[in-house]
């Protein structure tokens, strides 16, 4: 199998959900998740000497005149707007509630951990700061080395805090449901960074941009589940293997996703949402990966597959629809297990797989893969299952050097073959339509 790497939170979240009895284990997992989220915000508040923006619709911090110029896609930015939308903006503040599409068809350059209609007027708080306080420095220095192992001797010089804390939706109330985010902004003088932290994300507008964060008039780049009610699900995702944070190096041309951490790229796996019959958003690709000799830019990583569909059907299929299924079943990973996927171009990963496909196609001895995407069903129950039923991982591997492509399906634990709506015996798994491979 190749390596999925879970978080150490992940671990202490298991080793504390084991002390919860069955009895409270939801208000366990909760307190957990919680208890993970917070763990990972920056310090923030009045007792940190932050400054608070107004309390007001639509409204921003003052114009704020920075210690260092910060540079984004190249560009030094000497001031900056922290606005209770869920931007940050340079030269402009940016009062308008309504996310667009990026790239957006004017000048403005900004960057968006979670840009929505909110009304901290109505609930919540938005807090920034610029610090060197030292601990503050050495927390981002830790945090750059550990995701970005070409840079071992990172050290912050600089780091600009904003938070949105517990804050509503424009036509909410006292009681309506409340996101926490942070975006900080670190740099050495040298390189300059993102990072999102996402903590409690409960509400969406319907039309939020989550992470639709980095911005000017000819470069963008976006999350997943940007622009759609997947946003309340970002806490879940990252590109860092901790749940809930992004970071990204932002002072050059562009996010390069084989330099540093991206969404696109390095070894950072990225869950999707933990539902029945749910899928990744969709996932652009850094080259277009040749399926019977048709090129797609995009693909799809679901339990059973992006349309929803959970029981099997024989193949050739009647309609257009074309897919890999290493195991096509009704899984349901919101009652037990993961969905992983990364697109990367590690190179020991391109080590690996250039040597398996050498080894297994002994008239490519020379090849050399440019490119893997890696997809990993980890310990996935069936729908109709529970916490204590059989559990299958296995495991679809994508292999390029741009010419040829390949898919390699790695099969571990497989122990059910069948969810209850699709006639399977809701303690075995098996029986009724059973999975299918192709």
């Excluded at 996101?179 to 390189?191: E, K, P, R, V, Y």
């Excluded at 941009?209 to 997943?224: M, Y």
């Excluded at 250039?354 to 080894?359: E, G």
Aim: glycine content about 8%; hydrophobic content about 35%; proline content about 6%.
């Amino acid at each position: 199998m190749y390596q999925v790497t879970v978080g150490q939170t992940i671990v202490t979240g298991l080793q504390l959900v084991a002390l919860c009895s069955d009895d409270n284990a939801l208000q366990c997992r909760t307190l957990l998740f919680l208890a993970l989220s917070q763990d990972i915000l920056y310090p923030f508040g009045p007792t940190h000497r932050d400054l608070e923006t107004p309390k007001m619709d639509d409204g921003s911090s003052p114009e704020i005149s920075l210690l260092i110029p910060f540079v984004f896609f190249t560009i030094p930015y000497r001031t900056i707007y922290v606005n209770n939308n869920g931007v940050i903006s340079f030269n402009v503040q940016v009062s308008q509630f309504t996310p667009e599409a990026f790239p957006l068809s004017d000048s403005r350059s900004f960057i968006a951990p979670l840009w929505a209609d909110v009304h901290n007027g109505i609930r919540g708080d938005v807090y920034y700061r610029e610090t060197t306080e030292p601990d503050i420095l050495d927390r981002a220095s830790q945090d750059v080395r550990k995701y970005f192992k070409n840079m071992p001797t990172f050290t912050a010089t600089w780091v600009f805090i904003s938070t949105w804390h517990q804050v509503t939706f424009y036509g909410g109330s006292q009681t309506t449901p409340v996101n926490t985010f942070q975006c900080i902004l670190i740099s050495d003088g040298a390189a300059f960074f993102a990072m999102f932290n996402y903590g409690e994300i409960t509400w969406s507008t319907g039309t939020a941009s989550g992470g639709d964060p980095l911005t000017d008039v000819s470069h963008f780049f976006n999350l997943p589940g940007s622009r759609s009610n997947d946003v309340v699900n970002i806490e879940q995702t990252t590109n860092v293997n901790q749940p809930g944070r992004w970071l990204f190096r932002i002072d050059s041309e562009q996010i390069d996703p084989a330099n540093g951490c991206s969404y696109n790229g390095k070894s950072n796996a990225v869950m999707h949402t933990t539902m029945d019959d749910g899928s990744s958003p969709e996932i652009s690709l850094l080259i277009p990966f040749v399926f019977f000799t048709i090129p797609y830019r995009t693909i799809y990583v679901s339990p059973q597959w992006p349309y929803i569909q959970f029981t099997p059907e024989a193949f050739p299929l009647s309609d257009s629809r074309s897919f890999i299924a290493p195991l096509w079943a009704d899984v349901h990973n919101g009652i037990r297990g993961d969905v992983y996927y990364r697109e990367t171009t590690e190179p020991d990963i391109l080590d690996r797989a250039s040597q398996d496909v050498r080894k297994y196609f002994k008239n490519m001895p020379t090849f050399t893969a440019t490119w893997v995407f890696i997809s990993t069903w980890h310990q996935v129950t069936f729908y109709g299952g529970s916490q204590t039923t059989p559990v299958n991982t296995f495991q679809c591997i994508l292999i390029s050097d741009g010419a040829a492509f390949f898919a390699m399906f790695n099969y571990g634990e497989i122990t059910w073959s069948t969810g209850t709506a699709s006639g399977g015996d809701p303690l075995t798994g098996l029986g009724g339509t059973t999975a299918q491979v192709s």
